[in-house]
């Protein structure tokens, strides 16, 4: 959540940063008013309980009819503050609902617009001229099958559309790829994790995903637990409600994990292959850091998802995502998008998110330094999602015969194979 001094101090910005989001900006005045009642009720409070203190000094001293009359001041005061404490909760809590529903505030040179409003930052590698090369490109489904890795039809039996199983050499390149991209991380500094995919409600809202993502949230109504659809939830609430040294910083953790969303709104949008499905796994970078350190910190983790990509050896570009396109936690975005040959443009691979304070504060993870005790900054950023990556290498590597040939990053962790061959039928 944002920090309420801020929306005391400076409404407009606030208001704007609503504006530039397509979001409520009704929304800032109804929580400075909620706010007011807040602190006006406290005060109120406050007083009165202080004139109960005082007439009760009074009360053992006084007698005859001074004491039945102080008696019954003494009961009106305590209808009063009873009142008072009521009203005070009241628009606290209502104070607390307004600033969860509140998105975090936009860094003043994002891109204003929606989705397809970004600005290209950098472009890395060059897409193959497949004409050029005598052959028409496969999709990664028709290469997938040749090789014997991607099964959606079964997957479509078991479980339904938007699942898939990945078979003989599919599966051995998921783990070649998560082997690698956790062997990258971990040379970077970041700690290896394996994190819960279920996780209790207070996470899931704290990082933001029960607000306008709840719709691609799955939730076990029964054990009210949440299937996570990133390890940055876990990995956000891993210090939750903890105070953490300033001299630990930055914390930095590379979460592995399944990943579950529910796709909503999607119908019809990338149905063929697994582009987009409902399970997937993910290695994620997560960054716990000073707050004046934040804005260094998301070019690094660009720097490592561009690294990483480099290394397979896929053309991607890097976008500044547009404000209406953020996300409630992040206050800016970078997206690198790698090409996809059949489809003939670029589609996400990673993601960068800086979210200052934002989840911190609704996490309650704070530093201590020298200046005392304050909430810190968070950063979450994709280095690995393994289906699109899949798809992108299938893609872009392929050969005439539906031959893959393997990034040299992956070979070490394919036993040496430096090409995937098709499997007889």
Excluded at 232 to 252: K, N
Excluded at 293 to 312: F, M, P
Aim: hydrophobic residues 40%; aromatic residues 8%; glycine residues 8%.
């Amino acid at each position: 959540m944002i920090d309420l001094r801020l929306l005391r101090e400076d409404p407009d910005r606030v208001r704007a940063s609503q504006r530039a989001r397509g979001e409520d900006v009704e929304l800032v005045d109804a929580l400075l008013s909620a706010d007011e009642r807040r602190r006006s009720s406290g005060v109120r409070f406050d007083q009165l309980r202080a004139e109960q203190k005082t007439l009760g000094k009074r009360i053992p001293k006084a007698q005859g009819d001074e004491k039945a009359e102080l008696l019954k001041q003494a009961g009106e005061l305590s209808a009063a503050v009873k009142a008072a404490d009521a009203e005070q909760d009241e628009a606290a809590a209502e104070a607390q609902r307004l600033l969860l529903q509140l998105s975090n505030i936009v860094e003043p040179d994002v891109p204003v617009g929606g989705e397809e409003d970004f600005v290209v930052l950098e472009t890395h590698g060059e897409a193959r001229d497949f004409a050029a090369e005598g052959f028409e490109p496969k999709d990664h489904l028709e290469i997938g099958q040749l090789l014997g890795a991607i099964d959606t039809e079964r997957g479509a039996k078991v479980s339904g559309s938007r699942f898939y199983y990945l078979t003989g050499v599919g599966a051995l390149l998921e783990l070649a790829l998560v082997n690698a991209a956790i062997a990258q991380a971990t040379e970077a500094g970041f700690v290896p994790m394996l994190t819960p995919a279920l996780v209790k409600p207070r996470a899931m809202e704290g990082t933001g995903f029960l607000g306008q993502a709840a719709e691609n949230v799955y939730h076990l109504e029964k054990d009210d637990f949440y299937l996570v659809g990133t390890s940055e939830v876990p990995l956000a609430a891993y210090h939750m409600d903890e105070i953490v040294d300033a001299e630990s910083l930055p914390r930095r953790y590379a979460g592995f994990s399944p990943c579950f969303r529910r796709e909503a709104g999607t119908y019809g949008k990338d149905t063929r292959g697994i582009f987009r499905v409902h399970q997937f796994d993910k290695v994620e970078m997560f960054s716990y850091v000073a707050p004046e350190d934040s804005v260094a910190e998301h070019e690094r983790l660009l720097a490592w998802e561009k690294q990483w990509l480099n290394a397979l050896g896929l053309p991607f570009r890097v976008i500044d995502v547009a404000s209406g396109d953020l996300g409630a936690s992040a206050t800016r975005k970078y997206d690198c998008e790698a090409w996809i040959p059949t489809q003939g443009k670029y589609r996400e691979l990673t993601s960068a998110s800086n979210c200052r304070e934002f989840q911190a504060r609704r996490l309650s993870v704070r530093m201590r330094d020298e200046n005392g005790v304050r909430p810190l900054a968070t950063l979450n950023g994709t280095l690995c999602a393994v289906p699109r990556t899949i798809v992108a290498i299938f893609e872009n590597h392929q050969q005439s015969d539906g031959s893959v040939v393997v990034p040299e990053i992956l070979r070490p962790y394919l036993g040496g194979r430096e090409v995937l061959e098709p499997v007889a039928k």
